[in-house]
């Protein structure tokens, strides 16, 4: 069952006591570009510079009701771990974050500079998802999964927000990772009763989502091989596949060029930094540019966290 209108604002109210709400922009060299009215949602401007923060404020604030001593552990490729970092130690609880091998070296960084535990363990996400699951019940941690009732509630108040200043979007494309952001993207949608299609984006090397979406139920793949970490997801959340299933008009995919070629563009329209995450709506809408012309559309730019080499590295490619 999908958040209330009240639980939603209620979660926003915890989230906005800890942070700002992030603005949205109309770009005109965007517009021009994609041949229609383009709102960007910058969840890159939040404290941790994606939007996952926003859920880990709500959960933060549920856990540490309980008044539990244990602390949590969890998986990531960067931005979830970044978000439970920053509200474990607002909350005064220890965290542990499992990343897999190679991941961003800079996200590393970012969580251990807010007082993170760093493991690194398996080949992907899945991988290193199983191993913090295995050391929760070995060593007494609360492991907190990057899809959960509370994290949908927070990340959607950027959702909250996004519609309450443009309400008469006719579609917002969202990337889906684990699922929380699209989630509360139809969570919030529903509650205010608006009738905006909400379109899911993947990478076409990670489509878990898209074939899951395609069959009905959830289908796992045997690898999520994209650059674009936050999107790296190969085996899908049933919860999260349900919620999408119902409320989503379509899931796109989109190319490891296509992506790269929308951070590109993120940068010569707006000199916004966006990561391949953040960047896949922005791509899906370019890519379906012919069907969107002359319409009201969201992207929200989940993220900008991405390590220097590689985002110099993919201008450079331009």
Request: aromatic share 6%; net charge negative; glycine share 10%.
């Amino acid at each position: 069952m999908l958040p209330t209108l009240d639980e939603l604002e209620a979660a926003a109210a915890q989230v906005h006591a800890v942070m700002s709400p992030t603005l949205q922009y109309n770009w005109p060299l965007l517009a021009a570009r994609c041949g229609c009215n383009v709102w960007v949602k910058h969840e890159n401007h939040t404290p941790t510079g994606a939007f996952k923060v926003r859920g880990g404020i709500t959960f933060m604030n549920d856990f540490a009701k309980d008044g539990s001593d244990a602390g949590i552990i969890s998986a990531t490729r960067g931005n979830h771990g970044q978000s439970l970092g920053f509200a474990a130690r607002a909350a005064g609880v220890a965290a542990t974050i499992v990343v897999p091998e190679g991941n961003s070296t800079e996200k590393n960084a970012a969580m251990e500079a807010l007082g993170a535990n760093l493991v690194v363990h398996g080949h992907d996400f899945d991988e290193a998802r199983e191993y913090a699951d295995e050391m929760a019940a070995e060593e007494g941690l609360a492991f907190v999964p990057s899809f959960h009732p509370l994290l949908i509630q927070g990340v959607a108040s950027y959702a909250l927000e996004l519609m309450s200043a443009v309400p008469d979007l006719d579609t917002i494309y969202v990337p889906i990772g684990l699922g929380s952001g699209i989630c509360g993207v139809i969570a919030a949608r529903d509650a205010l009763n608006l009738r905006t299609d909400v379109v899911g984006v993947v990478s076409e090397n990670a489509p878990a989502y898209a074939l899951s979406f395609e069959a009905g139920k959830p289908v796992p793949t045997n690898s999520a091989d994209t650059f674009a970490d936050g999107v790296a997801c190969r085996v899908p959340d049933p919860a999260a596949v349900d919620i999408i299933n119902k409320g989503a008009a379509r899931i796109v995919t989109v190319g490891e060029a296509e992506i790269k070629a929308a951070m590109r563009a993120y940068f010569t329209d707006t000199h916004n930094l966006a990561e391949g995450a953040g960047a896949v709506p922005l791509a899906a809408l370019i890519k379906e540019k012919d069907s969107m012309l002359g319409r009201k559309v969201g992207v929200v730019l989940t993220g900008g966290n991405i390590d220097t080499d590689l985002y110099t590295a993919i201008l450079s490619e331009g």
